[in-house]
């Protein structure tokens, strides 16, 4: 089962919290659990189809403090094991938010 995993931390990376994240991002890559993993530009651009017209809006948006920073795709045998994964992950960054969702 694959899963994708994003965040929202306003963590700022010190050099002890990259060095535990290099060596847990290296262990899932290793037991090929973890197939993608980055940061992400936040706001983006919100796109919208109404009626075959598409419109743009490109961010940064006034709630952009709720917009994923970070993701990993990864690939367990349950959402329990993703679950597992993602405790694990805030232990080392600490407090924000996260989600999981399953992809097809």
């Not at 659990?33 to 796109?47: D, F, Q």
């Not at 490109?58 to 993602?86: Q, Y």
């Amino acid at each position: 089962m694959r899963f994708l995993l994003t965040n929202v931390s306003e963590q700022r990376a010190d050099e002890t919290l990259q060095i535990e994240m290099g060596k847990f991002i290296q262990e899932l890559t290793q037991a090929g659990v973890l197939l993608a993993t980055g940061g992400m530009e936040l706001g983006g651009s919100l796109l919208k189809s109404v009626g075959g017209e598409l419109t743009v809006t490109d961010g940064p948006f006034a709630e952009a403090k709720e917009m994923a920073g970070g993701f990993a795709l990864i690939e367990v045998g349950s959402k329990e094991e993703a679950l597992e994964l993602s405790r694990r992950f805030f232990e080392i960054i600490g407090d924000g938010e996260g989600r999981i969702q399953q992809i097809y």
